[in-house]
Antibody
C-alpha cells in the first residue's frame, strides 16, 4: 500500500525558512515523478512543484519560483521542499503527491503557517 | 484567480445526473489531458478521472469525464449523498510549464 507521510510543517514568521519532508513507502519511489500541491485554509488546490524520478526535470509554480527548492533522495525514499522568504500567502497544507496516471496518491498533508 | 474556470457550486437530488464544467485555453485543456479530483470534507484529494475520460480502478462508472476543445466536464449520474464533496479539474499548461487547477466546485446533494 502506498504511504506518503509529510512532516516539517510549523508556524514561521514572514521572511523565514522551513524544510518539508515526505517519507514514501509501499512503492518503488525512485521510479515515480513527484509533486508538491498546497491548499490554503478554506481555498482550492494549488500545484507547487514537480520533480522527475532522476531529478533531471524540475518545475515550479510562478508563485514560489526563486524561493522554494524541491529535491529528493531516492536512496532514502524521501521528497523534500526547502522553503525560504516565506510570505503570509504561503500558509497552507502542503501535500506530497505521486504522479503516474495523474496525481494518484496523496499524503495527509502538513500545515505551514506564516504569521508574525 | 484560477487558470481553469469552474462553477463554485453545483447541486442535485439523489439519483439525479449532474455535470461540472471546466474551462481553459489552448495552452492547457486545448492541448493536454484533463484530470478530475474529488475531495471529501477533511480528507486529501482523490484521483477520479485521468486522461479526459479514464477511471482509475475502484472509481464507480457513475463518474465520467469528457473534453471538447478548451473545455471539459465531469458528469455524475445516480447521485448519492456520499458524492457531496469538492471537485477540481486540472491540466498541464504548456505556457506556464506547470500544472493548473480549477478553483473547485462544491457539490451539494439536496
Amino acid at each position: 500500500e502506498v504511504q506518503l507521510v509529510e512532516s516539517g510543517g510549523d508556524l514561521v514568521q514572514p521572511g523565514g525558512s522551513l524544510r518539508l519532508s515526505c517519507a514514501a513507502s509501499g512503492f518503488t519511489f525512485s521510479s515515480y515523478t513527484m509533486n508538491w500541491v498546497r491548499q490554503a485554509p478554506g481555498k482550492g488546490l494549488e500545484w507547487v512543484s514537480y520533480i522527475s524520478s532522476p531529478s533531471d526535470t524540475i518545475y515550479y509554480a510562478d508563485s514560489v519560483k526563486g524561493r522554494f527548492t524541491v529535491s529528493r533522495d531516492n536512496a532514502k525514499n524521501s521528497l523534500y521542499l526547502q522553503m525560504s522568504s516565506l510570505r503570509d500567502e504561503d500558509t497552507a497544507v502542503y501535500y506530497c503527491v505521486t504522479q503516474q496516471l495523474g496525481f494518484d496518491s496523496w499524503g495527509q498533508g502538513t500545515l505551514v503557517t506564516v504569521s508574525s | 484567480q484560477s487558470v481553469l474556470t469552474q462553477p463554485p457550486s453545483a447541486s442535485g437530488t439523489p439519483g439525479q445526473r449532474v455535470t461540472i464544467s471546466c474551462s481553459g485555453s489552448n495552452s492547457n485543456i486545448g492541448s493536454n489531458y484533463v484530470y478530475w479530483y474529488q475531495q471529501l470534507p477533511g480528507t486529501a484529494p482523490k484521483l477520479l478521472i485521468y486522461r479526459n475520460n479514464q477511471r482509475p480502478s475502484g472509481v464507480p462508472d457513475r463518474f465520467s469525464g469528457s473534453k471538447s476543445g478548451t473545455s471539459a466536464s465531469l458528469a455524475i449520474s445516480g447521485l448519492r449523498s456520499e458524492d457531496e464533496a469538492d471537485y477540481y479539474c486540472a491540466a498541464w499548461d504548456d505556457s506556464l510549464s506547470g500544472w493548473v487547477f480549477g478553483g473547485g466546485t462544491k457539490l451539494t446533494v439536496l
